[in-house]
């Protein structure tokens, strides 16, 4: 039985305490489980709502994941077998040389991201490759829906579905209504540097730039969702699957947005509020889009009154027994059915189950291996069954 430290009590953070509190509460992999954040009230709050819905009580602590004394202080304290890292991807340089310090294995959900430049890949975590193998310590990036569960998706397909493959189109879309007049679904600082960077897609062998949401489609998606227009985005799981996946000839990542997010988002963009260069405000610095981030909602407060769903998934095109073929794999998530199970808004649940999920998986030993790896690295064989027993079923059809 392992114990787990969870580091950030935020919406994803949320989902992640009680999906590991379920697991415990049925024998299976954990048997204690340490919910440490900056705010050590919010890691109560998540607490109570474990215990109020699985009868199982956690441990809580105050870390600055920022300072890797203070986090090699409670690791020691603690005595984890694993870290589960849902703070921000500021974090993860810190945590893992943490983990490498204290001798336990690590996963995250995002990839690790420099303060001042709003760029993300993996080559700065990749580096920690030799190390983590030395030691004989696991370091899995990456371990949320997209990034994750989307590599997962692709490993599995390869794997079952098709022989080749030459087209990859990853598809996020969330449907879901919170009424409020702006808010973003997961952490307003990191949802708004990723959607107004530069778009970024892979074709025959190199990496093509395009202004920020300079591309869209339209995708008609399954579940009664219907016809949506998607934006072109680089985001990162791009940069392994297109260094794991052969033959691949385009990749390419897009993303929902409403009309009304769009025009916010141009607006503040347009009188500098999404900006990451510090600008002088009264005597001080302050950065704009920090600034924005403190007067929008906190994704954990948007379980309650988000309606409708999100569908995640990607479609492949490639050659199977020397034909042509095309599959679309996805999940469907209802953020009413979330917030009744967790208390959480779908797209903090989708993200929270396959960070527990790659967590149990090499507590389990299954994905245990010494190094630092992308998803689809691993067997993809548990991971797809955990994810319908865990709240996450998904669909795998033949597109014409
Ligand atoms: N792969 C995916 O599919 C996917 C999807 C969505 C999100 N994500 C990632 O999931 C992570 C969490 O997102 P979220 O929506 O849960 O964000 P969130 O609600 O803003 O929560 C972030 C949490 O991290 C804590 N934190 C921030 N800095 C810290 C520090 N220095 N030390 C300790 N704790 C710190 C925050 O503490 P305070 O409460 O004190 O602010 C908060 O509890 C992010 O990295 C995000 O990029 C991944």
Redesign the pocket.
Known sequence: MAHVLI???????GVVAHKCAQAVKSGRVFDNITLA???LS?CEAVAQSVTARTGVSLATAR????NVAELCGLIRTVKPHIVCN??????DLHIMDACLECGVHYVD??NYEPPDTAKFEYSRQWAYADRFREVGLTALL?S?????VTNVFAAWVMRHKLDEVRVLDIIDCNAGDHGLTFATN??PE?NIREVTARGRYWEHGEWVETDPLAFSMEFDFPEGIGRKKCFLLYHEELESLVTNLNGLQRARFWMTFSENYLNHLNVLGNVGMTGITPVPFQGREIIPVQFLAALLP???SLGSRTKGKTCIGNLMRGVKDGQKKTVYIYNACDHEACFAEVGSQA??Y??GVPAMIGTKLIAEGLWAKPGVWNMEQFDPDPFMADLAEYGLPWQCVDVE
């Open positions: 580091i950030g009590a935020g919406g994803v953070g954040s900056r705010t919010r870390v600055d994941a920022d849902v703070a921000l991807p500021y974090q959900t995002a990456g949320g829906f997209d990034p994750g997961f952490n990191i906190v994704p954990a797209v903090s989708t993200t």
